[in-house]
Nanobody, 123 residues
Framework: QVQLVESGGGLVQAGCSLTLSCRAS????????MGWFRQSPWNEREFVVS????????TYRDSVKGRFTISLDNSKNTVTLQMNSLKAEDTAVYYC????????????????WGRGTQVTVSS
């Protein structure tokens, strides 16, 4: 059974930073593709970034390019999302997700999900 547990959310002011972590367990993740998604009350779940556990070049949502950075720690099965220069529109519940197969920006193609962590950015 695959388990994904997110941590690191919180309330910050616009322009500040937060670091989210996703710890994965239950499988050998070397063949998995990992993704971060987010969902606010007024939007559908949307793609943020994806990366191969093998460390391929990540794919970012346009609105977070240059501000967010995803990284992997293979020794800890942990995916980290560093979020800088946060904006009010980044406010959402952030979800970690995993899937077999190719990289994808589609939430429907991810099989495994964490419970999410709330990020709130005040303007």
């Amino acid at each position: 059974q695959v388990q994904l547990v997110e941590s690191g959310g919180g309330l910050v002011q616009a322009g500040c930073s937060l670091t989210l972590s996703c710890r994965a367990s239950g499988r050998t993740f070397s063949t998995f593709k990992m993704g971060w998604f987010r969902q606010s009350p007024w939007n559908e779940r949307e793609f943020v970034v994806s990366i191969s556990w093998a460390g391929s070049y990540p794919t970012y949502r346009d609105s977070v390019k240059g501000r967010f950075t995803i990284s992997l720690d293979n020794s800890k099965n942990t995916v980290t999302l560093q979020m800088n220069s946060l904006k009010a529109e980044d406010t959402a519940v952030y979800y970690c997700a995993a899937r077999y197969g190719a990289l994808s920006t589609q939430a429907s193609e991810y099989s495994y999900w964490g419970r999410g962590t709330q990020v709130t950015v005040s303007s």
